[in-house]
């Protein structure tokens, strides 16, 4: 017997039971970056490793860690994507978008590719929704990208989300902070981890994301990097606060949030919920108004999201995210040999003009498509026997209310939608 294929660790198959809750988040979100007036983006699959290695930080865990990296044919080193913003501002710089005004909103939903310890809602290959709006400096920009990623967890049915926010300041700003945190955390190095312990000399900032318990309590002493911001991150960070407040946008002050990525400046947030336990976080976001320069631009602002598709689906209750696109399913039914070509055509009529539609191509009894369209969850049944091809009629039943009667064939689109 030939050996039998699963699926690799750390990825999973979306089968069409569980689809139709996926659709519902991405034609949410289409809806929602069309309606607030961004447009979408597409970027490959892989990138040259370089972009990933400048931007995201050598020392941060998806470059030291997680990536999945080879060299092609040509001896160039390629990475699988790991995260989606240093590839938006690639494609930015490459195709001149700036070009098109001063300030450039785009959104994309996509898979990215990490070589983690796979655990309830973190897989090695995931998908995540987000958004970038570049060109503005302002915190009002800020404060729109904040309110587009809160008000897309409502929409989508996350019960409660929490938006934790805290401000990095400016590189200059980091270094002091980053200085002050490594004196305080040096005379604890015995009661860090080993992975903390190996942060402190390479990247001190990511301790402050730590879930350990015994971590976090000494960090409750520890340097707030809201302290060493100057009068210029101050100032923008109490004007984003205030845009929150005008909106109704509640916010907790989070001064542990510092983001895993180097990119990062000045406004961080994350929104998360407590569906899911330790690992709570649904999306993150903030300011990196370095990276175009350091991908070889000019220095130009920009300020982002992104939000883990499978985390949210675990944050929404099956019956809220379940929601077909569609209400409407009709399953025409063959009853009797000669019906079986009008029963096609109709059913193709049916789905031309937006209606879903199914028949039965494995010649079983009415009683059995009757099962069949019970399994599919249809909401109309449409009969076509020798006698509806003889008087021109098909018997329609109404699947909830039990309500059958019979429709002219050319009346059967206008009747089925307006009911």
Not at 237 to 243: C, L, N, P, R, T
Request: glycine letters at 8%; proline letters at 4%.
């Amino acid at each position: 017997m030939a050996e039998k294929f699963n699926a690799v660790k750390g990825t999973k198959d979306i089968l069409p039971d569980d689809s139709s809750r996926w659709q519902t988040l991405e034609q949410t979100t289409h809806e929602f970056m069309n309606r607030w007036g961004y447009g979408e983006i597409r970027t490959p699959a892989f990138e040259r490793t370089e972009l990933f290695t400048r931007s995201v930080g050598e020392e941060s865990d998806i470059v030291s860690k997680q990536m999945y990296t080879f060299l092609d044919q040509s001896e160039t080193s390629i990475t699988l994507k790991p995260e989606l913003t240093a590839p938006v501002m690639r494609a930015y710089l490459e195709h001149n978008l700036d070009r098109g005004g001063a300030l450039t909103k785009l959104y994309y939903i996509d898979a990215l590719f990490r070589q983690e310890r796979p655990q309830k809602g973190r897989l090695r290959q995931f998908h995540q929704f987000g958004a970038e709006a570049v060109g503005s400096p302002y915190p009002e920009q800020d404060v729109e990208i904040i309110a587009l990623a809160f008000s897309l967890m409502e929409a989508m049915g996350v019960a409660n989300p929490l938006l934790q926010l805290n401000s990095i300041g400016s590189r200059e700003c980091r270094q002091r902070f980053r200085n002050a945190l490594v004196e305080f955390l040096a005379p604890h190095s015995g009661d860090l981890s080993e992975t903390s312990r190996q942060r402190l000399e390479t990247n001190p900032l990511r301790i402050l994301d730590t879930k350990d318990e015994g971590e976090r309590a000494i960090l409750k002493d520890a340097p707030r990097i809201l302290d060493f911001l100057d009068d210029t991150d101050r100032e923008h960070y109490e004007a984003v606060k205030v845009g929150l407040d005008t909106l109704g946008i509640s916010y907790e002050q989070n001064d542990l949030l510092v983001r895993g990525l180097d990119y990062y400046s000045q406004t961080t947030f994350e929104i998360t919920s407590d569906a899911l336990g330790a690992q709570n976080a649904l999306c993150g976001g903030g300011r990196y108004d370095d990276l175009l320069e350091e991908l070889g631009g000019k220095p130009t602002p920009a300020v982002g999201f992104a939000a883990g598709m499978e985390r949210i689906l675990l944050a929404i209750p099956e019956e809220s995210a379940a929601d077909s696109v569609e209400t409407l399913k009709v399953f025409v039914i063959t009853a009797g040999e000669k019906a079986g070509t009008a029963v096609m055509k109709t059913t193709m009529n049916l789905r031309a003009n937006g209606i879903p539609a199914d028949f039965d191509t494995l010649n079983r009894s009415v009683k059995a498509q009757m099962r069949e369209a019970n399994r599919q969850d249809a909401t109309h049944i449409v009969v076509i026997g020798e006698e509806e091809l003889a008087s021109g009629t098909c018997q329609v039943k109404d699947l909830a209310t039990g309500k059958q009667q019979s429709v002219p064939f050319k009346e059967l689109f206008k009747h089925l939608t307006s009911v």
